[in-house]
């Protein structure tokens, strides 16, 4: 599953893509679903995500 944060305003999702943090609200509702992990070097299964850069979902 992934998930998109959607600041006010934003309307394409190249814009959504270029957001680095959510909001406050956003980033509860990430922490009671899930944890955050570092992509780079992940080795467990990522679901198609690229894990060569520094991002983190």
């Known amino acids: 599953v ?12 190249e814009e959504m893509y270029n957001n680095e943090e959510g909001g ?15 992509l780079k070097g992940f080795s467990k299964y990522k679901a198609g995500l690229c ?3 520094k991002s983190r979902s």
């Open 2 to 13: 992934g998930l998109m944060y959607c600041r006010e305003g934003q309307q394409t999702e």
């Open 24 to 38: 406050a609200a956003f980033n509860e509702f990430l922490e009671m679903i899930g944890q955050k992990v570092r």
């Open 51 to 53: 894990n060569k850069s």
